[in-house]
């Protein structure tokens, strides 16, 4: 028979399932199931072209679902493509077995962790978790469409810099998964995703605003204050509290403090803080050895300020860390819940732990300091260029530190400072 809408919609059921065959195209067949469900299919042909056991029947859709057209269609396309020596069968087994976007960004992470920061590995997967998987986790990578990404990208406009490292981040995964075999080449479905412009987010501090934060600091390590009452509502919402009663306040972790402070008072970055150790610090010299920062190893003149914060801190016998964990053999690793609760009560919400490199920066460009030498002090590539002063008795960044560091800890205590410009001779 011929396969038309009205010669399918009349065939009727039987106690056994059986096929029709249409005759204008050879292969093209039509299966009646005992409970009336008829489905299109098409017998594809071993490689010989000859009938045999190896014959497969491919099922191409339901009756009603699918028109004798479009069914008719469909197998004629796969007819002539196992004509030209395509393997259906095995195309179709591999798209099963094809690891989804989920799986191969755990390989993805697994495999990376040796070459990329303990930091950046915890992000990306945080990402991945929180972000990409959720929307994307079930596709097979290989079948990840531009129209997917940028659907995943426009989805966070409200935030564009993290709709940007999503997509950034899928292009790194998408590109490994290549290299590997994972999907074909040249699948690049982020490219020509136009990226949101970002809107920079860098700060500083008024003498008014390190004023409150300097109470805010002493309040918190003599009688503590209450958290921050977001916060504190959601982390109740999840431990099964109740909102509305009042959290107990008591003094923070002094360490968080400290931790805290130098940050304000030497415009490291929050890792480089919390990972010190006493064996990398000479406080003789006023000077500090990171080993491991994000330019590499790394050299640090300290302002006497700083100095004094750490001189001041109490050493733990059984832990190299200036910043000591709950654990001796371990860094304190978390100083945001504390830091949450500071920067409400200064009244700065929004105000970032990493806007206190900006704000350090930011006081020694006002006082005159050149950018190579403030680069130096930040630890920033241009380490380099101020290590030829270094038998010149007080470098440049050594006198940057100092300065910067005694301003910047005259203003949290609300002293009036006379703002000296470090290029000119003492």
């Not at 017998?43 to 010989?48: E, I, K």
């Not at 805010?216 to 921050?228: N, V």
């Not at 009663?245 to 970055?269: C, D, E, K, Q, Y």
């Not at 100095?307 to 001796?328: A, I, M, N, T």
Request: proline share 5%; with cysteine; glycine share 8%.
């Amino acid at each position: 028979m011929r396969f038309t809408t009205r010669s399918v919609a009349a065939l009727r059921s039987r106690d056994k399932a059986y096929w029709e065959s249409d005759e204008s195209l050879p292969g093209f067949r039509l299966k009646v199931s005992p409970t009336g469900v008829k489905s299109f299919g098409v017998r594809l042909r071993s490689r010989g072209g000859r009938k045999n056991r190896s014959d497969t029947m491919q099922v191409i859709g339901r009756f009603g679902v699918l028109t004798v057209e479009e069914a008719r269609a469909k197998a004629r396309e796969l007819l002539s493509r196992t004509t030209l020596g395509a393997d259906i069968a095995n195309e179709q087994r591999d798209a099963r077995t094809a690891p989804s976007v989920a799986e191969l960004a755990e390989r993805f992470l697994e495999e990376r962790a040796g070459k990329l920061k303990a930091r950046t590995i915890t992000e990306y997967r945080r990402l991945f978790e929180v972000e990409i998987v959720p929307t994307l986790g079930s596709t097979a990578a290989r079948e990840v469409s531009r129209r997917d990404v940028a659907r995943l990208h426009h989805s966070r406009r409200q935030t564009p810099y993290l709709a940007n490292r999503c997509v950034t981040l899928l292009a790194s995964l998408l590109s490994w998964a290549e290299r590997h075999g994972y999907i074909p080449e040249g699948v690049h479905p982020t490219k020509g995703i136009e990226l949101f412009r970002e809107q920079g987010r860098e700060r500083s501090l008024s003498d008014d605003e390190l004023l409150e934060l300097g109470n805010a600091l002493r309040q918190a390590e003599t009688r503590g204050l209450p958290p921050d009452t977001k916060r504190a509502a959601y982390s109740a919402m999840r431990h099964g509290g109740r909102r509305g009663v009042a959290p107990r306040v008591s003094p923070a972790n002094p360490f968080a403090i400290a931790a805290i402070r130098m940050l304000i008072l030497s415009g490291w970055r929050e890792q480089e803080v919390l990972s010190l150790r006493w064996e990398m610090l000479d406080l003789e010299a006023k000077r500090a050895t990171l080993p491991d920062t994000k330019t590499g190893r790394s050299y640090r003149d300290l302002g006497g300020a700083a100095v004094q914060l750490l001189r001041d801190l109490p050493r733990l016998s059984r832990s190299p860390f200036v910043f000591p964990g709950q654990r001796p053999q371990s860094p304190l690793t978390d100083i945001k819940h504390v830091w949450y609760a500071v920067r409400q009560a200064a009244g700065l919400p929004a105000l970032r732990l990493h806007d206190l490199r900006h704000a350090y920066a930011s006081t020694g460009a006002d006082m005159g300091v050149p950018l190579l030498t403030l680069g130096a002090v930040l630890g920033h590539s241009t380490i380099e260029t101020t290590k030829k002063y270094a038998h010149l008795g007080e470098s440049p960044s050594a006198r940057a530190a100092e300065d910067i560091s005694a301003a910047i800890a005259a203003r949290l205590e609300g002293r009036s400072t006379e703002v000296r410009h470090i290029g000119r001779r003492r």
